[in-house]
């Protein structure tokens, strides 16, 4: 699956999603402090699912209608990184299909998937 990871996504978590044969594009190497509209472009240019701990993007899918390919949302504050790269990995192997043209929030204890009409 290829995926945007944003500036604020840990980096074990993109080191993990490689490993595991995804292509990450990372923000921090390729445009570090870019802003969040950049970034929702980069992610729709690259025609990835944007991965990002920040709540904003939420707001421009669901508020003003913008259209991602996908986007997932990582609420996991508190948990050591190495096992947040474990959570994060698993959820996309086990959900991966389900998270194009979704917004997915990813929680120590659950994966909601919330597709969007305005696609």
Same mark, same amino acid.
């Given at each position: &699956?290829?995926?945007?990871?944003?500036?604020? $996504?840990?980096?074990?978590? %993109?080191?993990?999603?490689?490993?595991? =044969?995804? @292509?990450?594009?990372? $923000? #921090?190497?390729?445009?570090?402090? #870019? +802003?969040?509209?950049? %970034? *929702?472009?980069?992610?729709?240019?690259?025609? #990835?699912?944007?991965? @990002?701990?920040?709540? =904003? *993007? =939420?707001? &421009? %899918? *669901?508020?003003?209608?913008?259209?991602?390919?996908?986007?997932?949302?990582?609420?996991?504050?508190? %948990? !050591? !990184?190495?096992?947040?790269?474990?959570? $994060?990995?698993?959820?996309? +192997?086990?959900?991966?299909?389900? &998270?194009?043209?979704? *917004? +997915?929030?990813? +929680? !120590?204890?659950?994966?909601?998937?919330? !597709?969007?009409?305005? $696609?």
């Amino acid at each position: &699956m290829k995926v945007l990871a944003d500036e604020n $996504v840990d980096w074990p978590i %993109v080191e993990q999603l490689r490993k595991n =044969g995804h @292509t990450v594009l990372y $923000v #921090a190497e390729a445009a570090s402090g #870019a +802003t969040d509209e950049a %970034v *929702f472009k980069l992610a729709n240019q690259e025609q #990835a699912i944007l991965l @990002t701990a920040d709540k =904003g *993007f =939420g707001e &421009m %899918v *669901f508020r003003q209608h913008k259209v991602l390919r996908g986007a997932i949302l990582i609420r996991l504050s508190g %948990v !050591p !990184p190495r096992e947040k790269a474990r959570i $994060v990995v698993a959820a996309l +192997t086990q959900h991966g299909a389900q &998270m194009i043209h979704a *917004f +997915t929030v990813i +929680t !120590p204890k659950s994966i909601r998937i919330r !597709p969007w009409r305005h $696609v």
